[in-house]
């Protein structure tokens, strides 16, 4: 009988000890798959913004390539929505309302707001926030939004995760 109870006692201690070890094996194991799976996804939308996002893509990459939202501020989105008729010299004829509403819907939920007094930049090359994202990049010609893809080859699938391989390490 005190050999049994002695046996479950040293049981109880073996898993008691083992316990921390494997919650912390566990946690690293979740941490690795979560990492993993993160690493290799672009950022999911809420399916609010879906159509929004879609209509972006189809009415802004058929003249050039589409630049995410967050690369200039709400209020370049909302200027340049609000006047179809002079996007940069051209008119966006075929930009009805509701499309405009379901655009500016998405470009203002990922886009960021200026801080008051500071001008509305028109031209990338302009936005602190494309100058946030870019640090270290020097430009020796003007930035136009069709340049991208000399760094970004996945632009054509939104995809501006993906550098060249001379920006693969870069900080």
Same mark, same amino acid.
């Given at each position: 009988?005190?050999?049994?109870?002695?046996?479950?006692?040293?049981?109880?201690?073996?898993?008691k000890?083992?316990?921390p070890?494997?919650?912390?094996?566990?946690t690293?194991l979740?941490?690795?798959?979560?990492?993993?799976?993160?690493?290799?996804?672009?950022?999911?939308?809420?399916?609010?913004?879906?159509n929004?996002?879609d209509?972006?893509?189809?009415?802004?990459?058929?003249?050039?390539?589409?630049?995410?939202?967050?690369v200039?501020?709400?209020?370049?989105?909302?200027?340049l929505?609000?006047?179809?008729?002079?996007? +940069?010299? #051209?008119? !966006? *004829?075929n930009?009805?309302? /509701?499309?405009? $509403?379901?655009?500016?819907?998405?470009?203002s939920? +990922?886009? #960021?707001? !200026? *801080?008051?007094?500071?001008? /509305?930049?028109? $031209?990338?090359?302009?936005?602190?926030?494309?100058?946030?994202?870019?640090?270290?990049?020097?430009?020796?010609?003007?930035?136009?939004?069709?340049?991208?893809?000399?760094?970004?080859?996945?632009?054509?699938?939104?995809?501006?995760?993906?550098?060249?391989?001379?920006?693969?390490?870069?900080?």
């Amino acid at each position: 009988m005190f050999n049994l109870v002695r046996q479950k006692l040293i049981r109880h201690k073996t898993i008691k000890a083992l316990s921390p070890l494997i919650l912390l094996l566990a946690t690293a194991l979740w941490c690795v798959g979560l990492g993993w799976g993160m690493a290799f996804a672009l950022d999911p939308i809420p399916s609010r913004y879906e159509n929004g996002r879609d209509l972006y893509l189809e009415n802004c990459s058929g003249c050039h390539i589409a630049i995410p939202p967050e690369v200039m501020p709400t209020q370049t989105w909302k200027q340049l929505l609000e006047n179809p008729e002079d996007h +940069y010299g #051209r008119s !966006l *004829t075929n930009l009805i309302r /509701i499309t405009q $509403l379901l655009i500016w819907d998405y470009l203002s939920a +990922y886009s #960021r707001p !200026l *801080t008051t007094n500071e001008p /509305i930049p028109l $031209l990338i090359e302009q936005s602190r926030y494309f100058k946030a994202l870019h640090p270290r990049v020097q430009f020796s010609e003007p930035v136009t939004a069709d340049a991208c893809v000399k760094c970004h080859p996945g632009v054509a699938q939104f995809d501006y995760r993906t550098l060249t391989p001379e920006w693969q390490d870069a900080p």
